[in-house]
């Protein structure tokens, strides 16, 4: 299933972001609202829907609150998956080679935005 973004949607200021670090936020997709997940690297943001492909439950622990690993994969709270941050896929835990659903960004003038 893809997810459709709603264009000049703008989700952070760069930043604000911490670099290597996880940042919530939230955006309106295929119609309803959906809690995301921005990872910054750099210049470079990636971002993934909110929710774990093992059991469909958000991957913060509290509201905008994420683990990280020693090796810098983000870990669902719940039950333990690892996801590496290139590509979001499942590298350990219970959907180990699943991927979370990826969300299209860009950067423009120093914000984020969901991609056209």
Same mark, same amino acid.
């Given at each position: 299933?893809?997810?459709?973004?709603?264009?000049?949607?703008?989700?952070?200021?760069?930043?604000?972001?911490?670099?290597?670090?996880?940042?919530?936020?939230?955006?309106?997709?295929?119609?309803?609202?959906?809690?995301?997940?921005?990872?910054?690297?750099?210049?470079?943001?990636?971002?993934?829907?909110?929710?774990?492909?093992?059991?469909? +439950?958000?991957?913060?622990?509290?509201?905008?609150?994420?683990?990280?690993?020693?090796?810098?994969?983000?870990?669902?709270?719940?039950?333990?998956?690892?996801?590496?941050?290139?590509?979001?896929?499942?590298?350990?835990?219970?959907?180990?080679?699943?991927?979370? +659903?990826?969300?299209?960004?860009?950067?423009?003038?120093?914000?984020?935005?969901?991609?056209?």
């Amino acid at each position: 299933m893809s997810v459709t973004p709603v264009a000049q949607t703008e989700l952070a200021v760069l930043d604000n972001l911490p670099d290597r670090g996880f940042h919530a936020a939230q955006a309106m997709i295929d119609g309803s609202s959906e809690p995301l997940v921005l990872y910054r690297d750099g210049q470079q943001v990636r971002a993934w829907l909110n929710v774990c492909p093992h059991a469909g +439950r958000a991957l913060d622990w509290a509201p905008g609150q994420f683990l990280k690993s020693k090796e810098g994969h983000l870990v669902c709270a719940v039950h333990g998956a690892s996801f590496e941050t290139l590509h979001g896929q499942c590298v350990a835990g219970p959907c180990r080679g699943d991927n979370l +659903r990826v969300v299209p960004v860009r950067i423009a003038d120093g914000k984020v935005y969901l991609a056209d």
